[in-house]
């Protein structure tokens, strides 16, 4: 008997039973499954530890308003999994979500039984389910929130056309470290070499590591 999208949907949340893993190693190769659906999309990429869905929602706004098809990828939901990916200001249907997860879990499987990867995370997963479905749907561009930190969130695989980091505090200190400038680190970790990245307001220890961050990539501050 086939799966229902429950089901899929149980399976998926049992993979929160692993905890955190953080690293790009596992999410990389479970993208190469799916046909690496992220490679030259338009993307930007927001981070910080708080302000981000504000952020993510108020530029998907913008975007469509100015007539883009614009995908938003966010977390945590609040009521559905759906609320998670929407493309035009519309989450997945669970018509689309069905095959999608069944897509990326037969992706899973086949990475876990020919590699020594370990098997993706929860919120590895649902990046790669997002990923391709904003490259079915062709959206652009694809506001993408980080999840975690940033260097090793699964969602820092992108090449960005801009990244934001909308503030800096102390959060999940047991993986981002425990003083503002440990925190900033992490979360400057999505800067990319010429990538302007829009800082908001932060305290001056966090500011100068991000500035740091950036001068070291070339990557224009805003």
Known sequence: MDPSLQDLLNDLYSRRAGGIKLGLGTVRALLRELGDPHVGAPIVHVAGTNGKGSVVAMLDSILRMAGFLAARYTSPHLLRFNERLSVGDVEISDDALYPLLLEVEQAARDLEKSSCIRAPTFFEFTTAAAF????????????????????????????????????????????????????????????KPGVPVVVGEMPPAARSVIEETARVHAAPVI
Do not use: C, Y
């Open 132 to 191: 391709a479905w904003f490259r079915r749907e062709q959206a652009d561009p694809w506001i993408l929130e980080t999840g975690l930190g940033g260097r090793l969130d699964a969602t820092n695989v992108v090449e960005p056309m801009v990244t934001a980091i909308t503030s800096i505090g102390i959060d999940h200190a047991s993986f981002l470290g425990d003083s503002i400038g440990d925190v900033a680190r992490e979360k400057a970790g999505i800067i």
